[in-house]
């Protein structure tokens, strides 16, 4: 479909294992977020980007998490050394600059972290 | 203060109330604001923008007031199929990083 697709669409994995989580934006879109969502709980700004840079990383919780994005579409999401605190849903969200506001989100990636 | 601040709930209303959620957001600057709605276990789909002038779709309604740095959403003759949860989101600081609040629960009973 033409909506926002991510994958792996579940990941679980041991503590102290590398994870990589990408994100397939909608074609054209500028913009593309990650957010984090904990059982129960809200969504939690991960990172932001527009084109392929990151204006705002302040969201990543620690220097195991990073993200890149190229081609001005596919992101990639890598949490180094997964803690069982990184056990989540991790959401991406693309959006045309010009209909600010209007996120379309993907179904997210769960991870859980053995 | 939380940036973006929601009551969790949850509201539980019969078929037919009229129901309201308040959200108080922090940065007196932000310009634009959203209720998104997010069933369980989906991602969160935009539900309606909040304008200054305030904004009316179907039996939805939000409105803004700036003053006391609050955003509502009132939702009249509920249905089965509004039980979700609502969040508010609102900019940071430029208008491209959206900060979400935890959400309001909303369980709508026969």
């Known amino acids: 479909g033409a909506g926002v697709s991510q994958s792996p669409s579940n990941k679980v994995t041991e503590k102290g294992k590398d994870v990589e989580l990408r994100c397939d934006p909608i074609?054209?879109?500028?913009?593309l977020y990650w957010y984090r969502q904990r059982l129960g709980q809200g969504l939690e700004f991960l990172i932001y980007?527009?084109?392929?840079?990151?204006?705002?990383k302040s969201g990543l919780p620690s220097d195991r998490f990073s993200a890149e994005r190229t081609g001005e579409s596919v992101s990639t999401l890598t949490i180094q050394r997964t803690q069982q605190e990184d056990s989540a849903v991790y959401l991406c969200?693309?959006?045309?600059?010009?209909?600010?506001?209007?996120?379309?989100f993907g179904e997210g990636s769960r991870l859980t972290v053995l | 203060r939380k940036e973006v601040e929601q009551d969790p709930g949850p509201f539980n209303v019969p078929e037919g109330a009229t129901v309201a959620f308040n959200c108080t957001y922090s940065n007196s600057a932000s310009q634009s604001f959203f209720w998104y709605r997010q069933d369980c276990r989906k991602e969160p789909k935009l539900l309606m923008s909040?304008?200054?002038s305030g904004n009316e779709d179907g039996r939805f309604t939000a409105q803004l007031n700036r003053a006391s740095q609050y955003i509502s959403l009132l939702i009249r003759d509920s249905k089965l199929s509004d039980s979700a949860t609502y969040l508010c989101v609102a900019p940071r600081d430029s208008s491209y990083k959206l900060i979400f609040g935890s959400g309001t629960r909303l369980l709508v009973r026969p």
């Open positions: 980007f527009q084109g392929n840079s990151a204006p705002d």
């Open positions: 074609s054209g879109h500028t913009a």
């Open positions: 909040v304008y200054s």
């Open positions: 969200a693309s959006s045309s600059l010009s209909l600010t506001g209007e996120l379309f």
